[in-house]
T-cell receptor
Framework: EDKVVQSPLSLVVHEGDTVTLNCSYE??????LLWYKQEKKAPTFLFML????IEKKSGRLSSILDNKELFSILNITATQTGDSAVYLC?????????????FGTGTRLTIIP | GAGVSQSPSNKVTEKGKDVELRCDPI?????LYWYRQSLGQGLEFLIY????????KSGLPSDRFSAERTGGSVSTLTIQRTQQEDSAVYLC???????????????FGPGTRLTVT
């Protein structure tokens, strides 16, 4: 059974701190790993990672994939209250020629001013 | 439209009733996905459409759930004889085509919060 596990489940830090969110996976026919930010209902896309060891960066957020050890991390530096959200990790798998996402349960990040 | 839209935004129904949830994808997006997110849970894949056909229905939790898509656009997710465990946020997403390595962006709608009493 395909599995995506995120840790920690929740995290509370002070504004300005740096956080690292983890995502590990056990899937067949891995295609890519994606990170989303979910504040209310609709997740918004952050990163897609397909190549191991190559860091993707967007402002204070960065992410990297290790497809030998089967995990990814999402880093947020100099956190702000607007970073408070649930961060979802998802893995794209190929299923009989069709591709779909399997999501982790998310990490709830709370930034205290 | 500018983004994926879903209706209703909230639905409260009595156990045993049928409900229909609607998704309007971004114009021109051929792929459409339904997900369910229960309280404290991750997103659970339900069904995927490519055009009007559904090559992957593996996520539908029971035969009370069905979905259709017409004209390669609007999709409806129908839940018959609703149960309390069906209470969740139902999210729809669309993308330009099939997910492909290196070419991907999936846009989510705002979701429908379903509460079965």
């Amino acid at each position: 059974e395909d599995k995506v596990v995120q840790s920690p489940l929740s995290l509370v830090v002070h504004e300005g701190d740096t956080v690292t969110l983890n995502c590990s996976y056990e899937v067949t026919n891995f295609r890519s790993l994606l990170w989303y930010k979910q504040e209310k209902k609709a997740p918004t896309f952050l990163f897609m990672l397909t190549s191991s060891g190559i860091e993707k960066k967007s402002g204070r957020l960065s992410s990297i994939l290790d497809n030998k050890e089967l995990f990814s991390i999402l880093n947020i530096t100099a956190t702000q209250t607007g970073d408070s959200a649930v961060y979802l990790c998802a893995v794209t798998i190929s299923n009989f020629g069709n591709e779909k996402l399997t999501f982790g349960t998310g990490t709830r990040l709370t930034i205290i001013p | 439209g500018a983004g994926v839209s879903q209706s209703p935004s909230n639905k409260v129904t009595e156990k045993g009733k049928d409900v229909e949830l609607r998704c309007d994808p971004i114009s021109g997006h051929t792929a459409l996905y339904w997900y369910r997110q229960s309280l404290g849970q991750g997103l659970e894949f339900l069904i995927y459409f490519q055009g009007n056909s559904a090559p992957d229905k593996s996520g539908l939790p029971s035969d009370r759930f069905s979905a259709e898509r017409t004209g390669g656009s609007v999709s409806t997710l129908t839940i018959q004889r609703t149960q309390q465990e069906d209470s969740a946020v139902y999210l729809c997403a669309s993308s330009l085509g099939r997910l492909r390595r290196g070419v991907y962006e999936q846009y989510f709608g705002p979701g429908t919060r379903l509460t079965v009493t």
